[in-house]
């Protein structure tokens, strides 16, 4: 079969600290009524595998296109442990998350989790909201473990008002938490480990209070990562386009793009590339199919596409996630 623009079917978790945002701001038809927190926009992990939903390939899943033609999909991009190597998903954190962090490279297979370096992408932000992220400068180990056994270590965080269009990096090693009423784009590595170091004293969604992870965290935390900052907002001109880079990275490479209406944009895939629509519309178009994506939507471009074309319907910013070589 050809290799055209993949629109996958999201896959969501119920997450006691998630909401119902993703109805209103992208028109998902959300399953129940619990809070929704991640959706699973690409992924190939046996938590979840993406399912085509357009297409001559609807139905296929992301692991049977890859067992059928990994070179198809990936181009010159490897597979990390034989599955595709990113984890793209979209965050609705109604509440503050719990303070946590992923265990660096170097000591995650001895704590029995795997590493998770990632990207936030704000695209929805309601006035006030902050993200908790890095250690306030100063701030000793000492101090911290002091502080987590008194129900105080949030004073301990680096706190960081967000607007959409923000973006921060989150190495592996990096203590953080999202904070209330914001909505993003999450870009990291295939991996599901997280280590909770305190947790608000509150309770899951069946009632108890969810496993904290201390020694863990304590290990994998960077204790001299001090106030890291923001993504710079650089734009750069490309033709009718402006293009920022937001991570360029051994694991991924991130970019994002926004135009006018009528402009267009188009490139080879020598690897596959995955699209997330922030606000506007555009459409894709490749190996002889058309797709239209809005605001929340996402693909995925084959490499055996060759070549996309991207036509701007309106206003519209988006952006562009590729894997990297696979070290980092």
């Not at 029995?112 to 704000?122: D, L, N, Q, R, S």
């Not at 911290?144 to 190495?171: I, K, N, Q, T």
């Not at 750069?236 to 135009?259: C, H, N, P, T």
């Not at 519309?281 to 939507?297: F, H, W």
């Amino acid at each position: 079969m050809n290799w055209y623009p993949i629109q996958f079917a999201p896959i969501y978790k119920e997450r006691v600290w998630g909401g119902r945002r993703l109805e209103k701001l992208y028109g998902r038809a959300l399953p129940g009524s619990a809070p929704i927190g991640e959706s699973w926009e690409v992924t190939d992990r046996a938590e979840g595998i993406s399912v085509v939903k357009n297409g001559a390939r609807a139905g296929q899943s992301l692991r049977e296109m890859l067992e059928e033609d990994a070179a198809g999909v990936m181009g010159d991009a490897p597979l990390r442990a034989g599955r595709f190597p990113l984890l793209v998903k979209t965050l609705d954190a109604r509440e503050v998350l719990s303070l946590q962090v992923h265990p660096p490279t170097d000591i995650a297979a001895s704590l029995g989790g795997e590493p998770k370096t990632e990207m936030w992408y704000f695209t929805g932000v309601k006035e006030g909201s902050e993200i908790l992220v890095g250690l306030r400068r100063g701030t000793t180990r000492e101090e911290f473990e002091r502080r987590l056994s008194e129900g105080s270590v949030a004073s301990c965080f680096h706190r960081v008002p967000v607007h959409a269009g923000d973006a921060m990096f989150l190495p592996s090693g990096r203590v953080h938490a999202l904070g209330a009423g914001v909505l993003l784009f999450e870009i990291q590595e295939s991996s599901d480990t997280t280590y909770r170091v305190f947790d608000w004293n509150r309770k899951g969604l069946d009632g108890k209070p969810r496993p904290l992870h201390v020694p863990e965290s304590l290990a994998s935390i960077h204790f001299a990562d001090f106030e890291p900052g923001l993504i710079p907002m650089v734009w750069r001109q490309d033709g009718a386009i402006e293009v920022r880079s937001l991570v360029d990275a051994a694991l991924f490479r991130v970019e994002a793009r926004r135009g006018k209406g009528g402009a267009g944009w188009e490139r080879p895939l020598p690897r596959c590339v995955v699209v997330g629509v922030a606000d506007g519309e555009l459409t894709l178009a490749g190996g002889g199919e058309t797709v239209r994506l809005r605001a929340g939507d996402f693909c995925l471009l084959p490499a055996g596409m060759g070549r996309v074309r991207a036509e701007l319907v309106g206003a519209t910013e988006w952006l562009t996630a590729e894997p990297g070589d696979g070290r980092g």
